[in-house]
């Protein structure tokens, strides 16, 4: 089932409203070297998926959404993607050699992946975006705009993209309080990517989201049903 363009275009309207009477003021981007820019410190920088410096994405592969109030220089909300570099493999053999080249163990020494990955990263492949940097301003937060955020970045991964897939890391914690499916998740997997030794900076693990192509498409109509 392939969504119109115009249910995309109302869907999107009706989440720009919803932020525009709000006092946000929305602005998109194609370089993720200039969106690092209008971050403020509290934000901490891009992650290394989104770092320019470790990444250089082209123009065509990279997308961010900034929500900035009234007066104010910096983002007070944010959210990157990018169209990941598959070129042929599943998403979990991509895993295999990109996390080694972004993230460390305890030890200081590059993660190692099991090869026992969860089946749904074995399944996932042909056009895929990864939705990540999730970011509302603390002061912000727990107002609904994380969740209109982060569908209003897959509904221009999708436009941009006609993705077959989009995912996105959630801390576990979040995820099994509910959150991969109050945001519009269909697929998850508590335990999303798995490793021979944790990653420093997770060493919890990851919970992996994700949205085939219909759940995309559903999701756009639902909101632009609710318009």
């Not at 990540?132 to 209003?152: F, N, Q, S, T």
Request: glycine share 8%; aromatic share 12%; charged share 25%.
């Amino acid at each position: 089932m392939v969504v119109a363009r115009l249910v995309l275009y109302q869907a999107a309207a009706k989440l720009i409203s919803e932020f525009e009477k709000n006092g946000f003021e929305i602005l998109q981007g194609d370089s993720f070297a200039d969106a690092a820019k209008a971050l403020p410190k509290v934000k901490g920088g891009l992650t290394p998926h989104f770092a320019h410096s470790l990444n250089g994405q082209s123009k065509e592969n990279a997308a961010w959404i900034g929500l900035r109030l009234p007066g104010e220089k910096k983002f007070c909300g944010f959210a990157a993607i990018r169209l990941e570099p598959l070129q042929g493999m599943v998403l979990s053999d991509f895993w295999a050699s990109y996390w080694r080249l972004r993230y460390d163990d305890v030890n200081g020494n590059p993660v190692q992946m099991t090869d026992a990955q969860p089946e749904i990263a074995k399944r996932i492949s042909g056009q895929v975006g990864y939705l990540g940097d999730l970011w509302i301003r603390p002061d912000l937060r727990k107002l609904g705009y994380a969740r209109r955020l982060m569908e209003l970045a897959q509904l221009l991964a999708f436009d941009l993209w006609r993705l077959d897939w989009i995912y996105c890391w959630m801390r576990p914690a979040d995820f099994l309080n509910g959150n991969g499916a109050r945001w519009g998740w269909m697929v998850g997997q508590p335990d999303g990517i798995r490793f021979e030794v944790p990653a420093r900076d997770f060493p919890e693990g990851l919970a992996l989201c994700a949205n085939p192509s219909y759940a995309l498409t559903q999701l756009i109509e639902d909101i632009a049903r609710d318009a």
